[in-house]
């Protein structure tokens, strides 16, 4: 059985920092696209940002400049540095993984139980 495990979250002043870490356990043959996405309070989840397998990235336009994702596939895990940090960033963040369990399973989508992050003074 797959498990998104995400650490990191918190509360943090305007302009302040945050790392967020969403490593995979259980068993996992291999893991393609990784991401995180939030949502906001009274609002829909939405794509903060994504990595290939190969590193490849891709942004929200909200968050350009300031998040950078990263990942180690040694570890099975994923990152997010949040720099410059608004108090529109405020959200609860969730770590998506698509995995092959195993060598013959077909690909599945996995998510994180979601981590809080809260930016205000």
């Known amino acids: 059985q797959v498990q998104l495990v995400e650490s990191g979250g918190g509360l943090v002043q305007p302009g302040g920092s945050l790392r967020l870490s969403c490593a995979a356990s259980?068993?996992?043959?291999?893991?393609?696209?990784m991401g995180w996405y939030r949502q906001a309070p009274g609002k829909e989840r939405e794509l903060v940002a994504t990595?290939?397998?190969?590193?490849?990235?891709n942004y929200a336009d909200s968050v350009k400049g300031r998040f950078t994702i990263s990942r180690d596939n040694a570890k099975n895990t994923v990152y997010l540095q949040m720099n410059s940090l608004k108090p529109e960033d405020t959200a609860v963040y969730y770590c998506?993984?698509?995995?092959?369990?195993?060598?013959?399973?077909?690909?599945?989508?996995?998510w994180g139980q979601g981590t809080q992050v809260t930016v205000s003074s």
């Open positions: 998506n993984a698509v995995i092959r369990p195993y060598s013959n399973y077909a690909w599945q989508n996995y």
């Open positions: 259980g068993t996992v043959f291999s893991i393609n696209d």
């Open positions: 990595i290939t397998s190969g590193g490849s990235t």
